[in-house]
């Protein structure tokens, strides 16, 4: 049942590609789903796996991750095209089936369903902040449905964002965590404790709760010029992605290599060639002049895109989508600087 599964959906993934109707992941899943639901598990089944969540970063992380694993491991199944729900990570794991590794962005509402199905050696945290609050929950509730997740898997290596309190909270709740400093630059979900409610003290990149949670100490640091390895071992980066957010999400990436057997020295090379995640930093040519296309769906995206072109006096086009794919409530719209 579950070889019908995977050919099925591997039928329905090339006819909609065929079809121009896009890369086939969902519906190819989808399909899969619907004649074994059980095809998940049994496709993960052998596979060292490594789950990554958070509201901002997943994709380029996940790409990240991926290849440095490729450039230790060799073949790494992974759900390239961001479709981050079972039904692209059963079309993921279904297109690469000789592959030993896989590692897969998960939507946050749904890392605790899909690490039941897969089993993961790894879940990585990176952060959390409002995000499509039209079909999420507020951020409290989600560090919390993260936390179970954790604790529901004690086999998995957390790699978890030291600086964001609410990853923190889910965390402090895993069996082995590895810290890494990424950095927090939006504070505005990150005021209060997550666990009671109260007003966190904050002093440089220390922060406390009087309830006792606190600011952990990283294992991983990163800075403008390097990334601190938990042995002490500074490695320079240098990335081509622009951005101060993906230089905490490389130092992720690269604590998550290690964690599967990647050393530093193999992975900070393969994150810092790439250029361009799914054409989220690519250049593009539009009526003869070059544009740079950069991304943000939730206030600190937007920050972080903002604070990349801040200093550039080039003309700026600013695109406001409230489609369906970035959630129909754009009332943050309203916490975003676009003054900058």
């Not at 060292?48 to 970063?57: C, D, E, I, K």
């Not at 079309?91 to 897969?104: I, T």
């Not at 530093?264 to 544009?291: E, F, H, K, N, S």
Request: hydrophobic letters at 45%; one cysteine or more.
């Amino acid at each position: 049942r579950a070889s019908a599964a995977v050919g099925l959906g591997r039928a329905a993934s090339w006819l909609s590609r065929a079809a121009g109707r896009g890369d086939g992941a969902i519906i190819g899943g989808r399909v899969a789903l619907a004649v074994d639901p059980g095809v998940l598990r049994q496709l993960a089944t052998g596979r060292r796996v490594a789950l990554v969540t958070g509201t901002n970063g997943k994709t380029t992380t996940t790409h990240m991750i991926t290849a440095a694993l490729r450039a230790r491991h060799g073949k790494v199944a992974t759900n390239h095209t961001g479709a981050n729900m079972p039904d692209g990570h059963t079309a993921a794991l279904a297109g690469d089936l000789d592959a030993a590794h896989a590692v897969l962005e998960v939507d946050e509402l749904h890392l605790h369903a899909v690490a039941d199905q897969v089993t993961p050696e790894v879940i990585t945290l990176l952060n959390l902040s409002r995000d499509q609050l039209d079909r999420a929950e507020e951020i409290r509730k989600v560090a919390t449905r993260l936390a179970a997740a954790v604790t529901a898997h004690p086999q998995a290596t957390v790699i978890a964002n030291a600086d964001d309190p609410n990853i923190v909270l889910a965390g402090t709740a895993a069996t082995r965590v590895v810290w890494v400093a990424a950095g927090v630059a939006w504070r505005a979900d990150a005021t209060v404790c997550p666990r009671c409610a109260r007003l966190l003290t904050l002093d440089g990149q220390q922060w406390w709760c009087d309830c006792g949670l606190t600011r952990p100490t990283p294992a991983w640091q990163v800075d403008a010029d390097a990334i601190t390895t938990p042995e002490g071992t500074r490695l320079p980066l240098t990335l081509q992605l622009p951005g101060t957010a993906n230089r905490g999400n490389a130092a992720i990436a690269v604590a998550t290599a290690a964690a599967l057997d990647c050393p530093p020295t193999t992975a900070l090379p393969a994150v810092q060639a790439l250029a361009d995640i799914r054409g989220r930093y690519r250049t593009v040519t539009l009526a003869g002049r070059a544009a740079r296309l950069l991304l943000a769906k939730n206030p600190a995206g937007w920050q972080e895109m903002l604070s990349v072109i801040a200093d550039h006096q080039r003309p700026l086009v600013i695109a406001v989508n409230a489609r369906e794919a970035d959630g129909f409530d754009t009332s943050w719209l309203w916490d975003v600087r676009f003054e900058l």
